[in-house]
């Protein structure tokens, strides 16, 4: 198989944000008295794929043990059997009704279908159980008004999505925060959930000739995760706790987590600015998005980039954006680490509480989970990937 050109990679850095609720609270506990939780090292993986990938973007587990993966570089849909280490495509690159361009997120819907998030496309694909898109869906639905990107489903098939300030309306004003809303698409009917703090926004917003972040990276925000049951986790980054939402409106409060005060260095701030590179897109000309020039990917543009850009003085206690549930309705949050150091997740149960803590192999990073087993992804010298599963 032809391989696209890639660069090594070093851990991901997302941008996404959380719940903020008001609601009744049952707390879980106080941190004064509480015993560190016990710590997991995984240590080797019980399958390994043995075909690489480029640069992966979502995953997700089938009832059947089956592995749907994206790869961004080189446009691919594949199903996995990790027990014969075959695969299967699915679709094409294209714009046609069984096609998909820039293929990132998979969100998985009730009865074994997967939602793609088809970016180069603005739109949604589903794939059925038989491993075949079936329709696709706006990412621009008439109801909301402005496009959106699921980031889980629960039982229902109800989508969970985040929105900017703007999706609000003219009269909102530029803000912090963004929306939280779950949207029913069989119904088209929206609900929207909460406030939620989203991105520090640059403080110099004066033209430049260099493109610049419209954040400020490695600032703090929120996170937050949905339960196959609907159940919301919210992870507060003031003092660094859980809020657990119920479907029937109950909130149970953790206590907070003891966590270190990490300065964001040089490594850190190339490793974002190069994530950001490869994996977000651009406008084309006429097909939709497309990747970025692959020259921004290299030293030097990236050096322009950071001494161009905002960037925190610390880190927070969390990874933006590394907030994960498990099917068994866990809560998966990955800590702030010195750069070049293991992945590490924080682990909460139902009431909120951090029972254990697990740290990935050396060089690994999470990309999902299923039934008793999470996925990781690790890179050889010339940056392609490999997808290993462990048992968790």
Do not use: C
């Amino acid at each position: 198989m032809q391989r696209a050109s890639t660069r090594k990679l070093p851990p991901a850095v997302a941008a996404l944000a959380g719940l903020i609720l008001v609601l009744p609270a049952v707390h879980g506990g106080d941190v004064a008295g509480q015993q560190p939780p016990p710590r997991h090292q995984l240590e080797k993986p019980d399958a390994t794929f043995p075909e690489p990938f480029s640069l992966i973007r979502g995953l997700r587990e089938l009832s059947n043990g089956r592995v749907l993966v994206t790869d961004w570089i080189e446009e691919r849909l594949v199903a996995l059997d990790f027990e014969r280490g075959t695969f299967r495509d699915i679709g094409r690159v294209g714009g046609g009704p069984r096609e998909f361009r820039l293929p990132a997120g998979l969100v998985a819907l009730p009865g074994d279908s997967t939602l793609l998030v088809d970016v180069g496309n603005g739109r949604f694909a589903i794939v059925g159980p038989d491993l075949v898109i079936h329709r696709t869906l706006s990412a621009r639905p008439e109801e909301i008004r402005f496009g959106l990107t699921p980031r889980y489903a629960d039982a229902n098939g109800l989508l969970y999505f985040t929105t900017s300030p703007w999706g609000r309306g003219p009269a909102a004003g530029p803000s912090d925060s963004v929306d939280v809303a779950r949207w029913d698409p069989e119904q088209h009917t929206v609900e929207s959930l909460a406030t939620v703090k989203g991105i520090t926004r640059r403080r110099d917003q004066s033209p430049s000739m260099t493109p610049r972040f419209p954040n400020v990276p490695f600032a703090p925000q929120d996170a937050w995760a949905v339960t196959p049951d609907g159940d919301v986790f919210v992870v507060r980054s003031g003092d660094y706790h859980i809020d657990r939402v119920g479907r029937d409106g109950k909130l149970v409060v953790g206590p907070p987590i003891e966590h270190a005060v990490l300065p964001v260095t040089h490594e850190d701030k190339f490793a974002y600015v190069l994530w950001n590179t490869l994996s977000s897109p651009i406008g084309g000309r006429g097909e939709g998005m497309t990747h970025q020039p692959a020259e921004w990917s290299e030293p030097a543009y990236i050096e322009e980039m950071i001494a161009n850009n905002e960037f925190a003085e610390v880190k927070p206690p969390f990874v933006p954006g590394g907030a994960r549930t498990t099917p068994e309705g866990e809560l998966w949050v990955e800590r702030s680490m010195p750069f070049g150091e293991p992945t590490t997740y924080d682990v909460f149960d139902d009431r909120a509480t951090n029972v254990k803590q697990v740290a990935l192999p050396e060089g690994r990073r999470l990309l999902g989970f299923g039934r008793g087993v999470l996925y990781a992804v690790v890179e050889d010298e010339d940056g392609l990937q490999t997808i290993e599963r462990y048992r968790r």
